[in-house]
């Protein structure tokens, strides 16, 4: 077993692919240089942050649970949805099990207990990280119309029947009217 420095540089190597690993499902409709699962994870992590507050639950940790969501990303890639005729899921738990396997146990368990929350949405704090996953999506498919690419709706429709939260559903209920540039107006 390597020391835990080493484990610990060789597991911040490993979440580096995230930067590489491009979110698939986006090239089905056409996007040629869909965002990175990093990039994903970080606007999620701020859409849970804003989620919790508003929801009265808590923003770090909203934030927290959602930065570990797609991590294990980095050992099987993105799995689009039209793979799921033919392939079982992976499941999350496992791989950040085998992820974190070598990991000082502090470290080890903060991530697998965070995981764990994040996939049972028990707390509020992990619906609200989930539905900023879902809104995030949302997002990105209102984004990608705007720059041409036509078949959203799919996506756009898919995010916002899964949302647990009153905020989140009028979020999203908001981000389909809204330009995705209208930041620039406020």
């Known amino acids: 077993m390597p020391d835990e420095p080493t484990a610990l540089a060789a597991f911040g190597y490993e979440l580096g692919l995230l930067k590489r690993i491009r979110r698939a499902g986006w090239w089905h409709v056409g996007v040629r240089d869909p ?109 990608y119309r705007e720059t041409g690419v036509e078949r959203v709706a799919g996506w756009i429709d898919s995010a916002r029947k899964g949302l647990a939260t009153e905020t989140a559903r009028r979020v999203a209920e908001a981000a389909v009217t809204l330009s995705p540039l209208a930041w620039r107006d406020r």
């Open 35 to 143: 965002e990175s699962v990093a990039e994903h994870s970080l606007r999620t992590a701020q859409i849970a942050a804003l989620l919790a507050a508003e929801e009265g639950a808590n923003p770090e940790r909203a934030a927290f649970l959602a930065l570990w969501h797609d991590t294990q990303e980095s050992r099987t890639g993105d799995i689009p949805h039209t793979a799921a005729k033919y392939m079982s899921k992976p499941e999350p738990r496992e791989i950040t099990a085998d992820q974190t396997a070598a990991l000082p146990d502090a470290s080890r368990e903060l991530i697998r207990t965070a995981v764990d929350e994040y996939e049972t949405r028990q707390s509020p704090e992990a619906r609200c990280a989930k539905d900023a996953d879902k809104l995030e999506m949302l997002l990105q498919a209102v984004e």
